[in-house]
Nanobody
Framework: QVHLVESGGGLVQAGGSLRLSCAAS????????MGWFRQAPGKERGFVAT????????YYADSVKGRFTISRDNAKNTVYLQMNSLKPEDTGIYYC????????????????WGQGTQVTVSS
């Protein structure tokens, strides 16, 4: 069992930045790849970014590449998503998740999910 809690969401103007955090507890954090997904109202939850267990491998959705950065601190059992140059279309609930995979990009690859944190980008 892995318990994940996101934080850092909020309201920001277009062009601004936010840093999301996801604190993990339970099973050994370093055994899992971690990912971020987001979901806008009426839309399917979609992939944003993933980072390998050691923090070296990273992969991003095309829509956020160059603007978002995923990282992790295994000593703190925490994964981060630094979001820069935010756009209104980035608005949604952001979820972190844990997976035994390498760089998983689909929802089915993840067995543990946080409850999400709301990110709203105004124009």
């Amino acid at each position: 069992q892995v318990h994940l809690v996101e934080s850092g969401g909020g309201l920001v103007q277009a062009g601004g930045s936010l840093r999301l955090s996801c604190a993990a507890s339970g099973r050994t954090f370093s055994n899992y790849a971690m990912g971020w997904f987001r979901q806008a109202p009426g839309k399917e939850r979609g992939f944003v970014a993933t980072v390998s267990w050691n923090g070296i491998g990273k992969y991003y959705a095309d829509s956020v590449k160059g603007r978002f950065t995923i990282s992790r601190d295994n000593a703190k059992n925490t994964v981060y998503l630094q979001m820069n140059s935010l756009k209104p279309e980035d608005t949604g609930i952001y979820y972190c998740a844990a997976s035994p995979g390498r760089l998983p990009t689909t929802k089915s690859d993840y067995g543990y999910w946080g409850q999400g944190t709301q990110v709203t980008v105004s124009s």
